[in-house]
C-alpha cells in the first residue's frame, strides 16, 4: 500500500525531510550572537606554566658537549670551580643581566 504524503504525492516527504536537516544543521553552524555587554574571556597564565613552555622549547641534549666534558673528566683536564663559576656568571647575566 502506497502512502499518500500531500498534494504533491509520494516524493515530497523526503524532500521536506532534507529541507529541515539542512536548516538544523544552517542554525547549529551560525555563530552565536555577541552580547556587548559581556565582559570578553581572559585566561591567566602561571608562571608554572611559563616555565614549563620555556623547557618545552629547550634544545634537546647536545651529545657532542656531554662527549667533550666526558673527555675533559677522563683526562683529568675538567676544572670544576672555574667550569661552575662560568656556568653561574653566565646564567646571572641571561637572567638579571648581571
Do not use: C, T, W
Request: aromatic share 4%.
Amino acid at each position: 500500500m502506497a502512502g499518500i504524503y500531500g498534494p504533491s504525492g509520494a516524493d515530497s516527504a523526503p524532500r521536506i525531510d532534507r529541507a529541515k536537516r539542512v536548516q538544523r544543521i544552517q542554525r547549529a553552524q551560525a555563530p552565536a550572537p555577541v552580547n556587548p555587554n559581556r565582559e570578553a574571556d581572559r585566561a591567566e597564565i602561571s608562571n608554572e606554566a611559563r616555565l614549563l613552555a620555556q623547557l618545552a622549547n629547550m634544545p634537546a641534549v647536545r651529545n657532542e658537549r656531554v662527549e667533550a666534558a666526558r673527555n675533559l673528566v677522563d683526562d683529568n683536564a675538567f676544572n670544576l670551580d672555574e667550569s661552575f663559576r662560568k656556568a653561574m656568571h653566565k646564567l646571572l647575566l641571561e637572567e638579571f643581566g648581571a
